[in-house]
């Protein structure tokens, strides 16, 4: 019998809280969240993370990361030292595996001034203990984590600001011991993993055009140029937004600029690299659209709350709560 995938586990921070919402429900409109943690009084929460079980939840502040239960009760927590006191420029990022096994942590740690490189450690997610530290050739201020939704994989993409962004993947080897790849380039943002697992989509850092890769070796598929769009380069830009509709679809996101800035969303048939027409998403922006890979995708809800659509959402009766 084939394992009954895990649930997709989307988070949100509101009011000092980490709202968690499973997105895999079948509820078009407005969604609820299924789990509301509480971070330490002190903390400001960066990123987080939750699992399907909605049992615990990691996140992680500038200078640490925390992993709590429901009830609020800390399991684990580990500091980076030293202690930053640099306010801007570094967002430390945090991923749980697919299994739930371990916590992939980010560290930014040459933009917080800590005197040495940046870190991707792997934590067990039990009890916190650093099961690897790999050290990076990056100076990043953020890095965006994507678990691959088949074999387990974890890919890390790191923006460096003007200097490019980096695309990493690690994965566990058949002894326990995580292993790490650099993909050869860096020049392009990693936007989403396809939700069949078999490639992934990636943006050049100038907005030029899109990429799509054969998964794992990042062999390209195919790519589209912003003229391939029917538009001028010189005006029109590829956002880095978007992702995989379906396992078949994808959305890239062109904006530009006339008497004020605009936006839209196409779709690419992704098995023959052909267009298929825009999508109204009805977001807000570039970056408001989030596709789950099922046919359907998150806006921001007025009242803070996501909401899931898709192309039929407009006959949902709370479509628009």
């Known amino acids: 019998m084939t394992p ?36 330490r009084p002190e903390d400001e929460v960066v990123e987080s993370a939750v699992g399907p079980d909605l049992e615990r939840a990691v996140y992680t502040t500038l200078n640490g990361v925390v992993c709590l239960t429901a009830a609020g ?5 580990s500091s980076f030292e030293p202690h930053s006191d640099r306010r801007h420029g570094h967002r430390p990022g ?32 039990d009890s916190g203990a650093v099961l690897a530290r790999h050290e990076l050739e990056t100076v990043g201020h953020g890095g965006g984590h994507h678990v691959h939704p088949e074999d387990g994989s974890v890919y890390l993409d790191i923006g460096e600001g ?43 850092h100038g907005q030029a055009d899109v990429a799509f890769h054969r998964h794992p070796s990042g062999d390209v598929l195919f790519t ?5 769009f ?5 005006e029109i830009f590829v956002e880095w937004s978007g992702g995989y509709l379906t396992p078949d679809l994808a959305v890239v996101t062109l904006g530009g600029e006339d008497e004020e800035e605009w936006f839209r969303h196409h779709l690419v048939d992704v098995r023959t690299g052909t267009l298929g027409g825009e999508i109204a998403a009805e977001g807000t922006g570039p970056y408001d659209m989030v596709p789950l890979g099922d046919g359907s995708w998150l806006t921001a809800g007025p009242d803070g709350h996501p909401v899931r659509r898709s192309r039929a959402s407009r006959d949902a009766p709370d479509a628009e709560a």
Request: net charge negative; glycine share 10%.
């Open 94 to 125: 945090c991923a749980l595996s697919r299994d739930g096994r371990t916590v992939w942590v980010y560290r930014p740690d040459a933009m917080a001034d800590r005197g040495g490189a940046d870190q991707w450690v792997v934590h067990d997610a």
């Open 162 to 204: 003007q200097d490019g962004s980096v695309i990493l993947r690690g994965t566990v080897g058949p002894d326990g011991t995580p292993e790490f790849v650099t993909y050869p380039w860096d020049d392009r943002c990693l936007i989403d993993l396809a939700p069949d697992g078999r490639q992934f989509m990636t943006v050049d």
């Open 4 to 39: 009954a995938r895990p649930s997709k586990v989307v988070t949100r921070h509101r009011d000092g809280l980490i709202h968690a919402y499973v997105t895999d429900s079948g509820v078009l409109g407005g969604l609820q969240p299924a789990a509301v943690f509480r971070p």
């Open 73 to 77: 009760e800390q399991v684990w927590a």
């Open 230 to 234: 029917g538009h001028d380069p010189e």
């Open 224 to 228: 589209l140029s912003v003229e391939d």
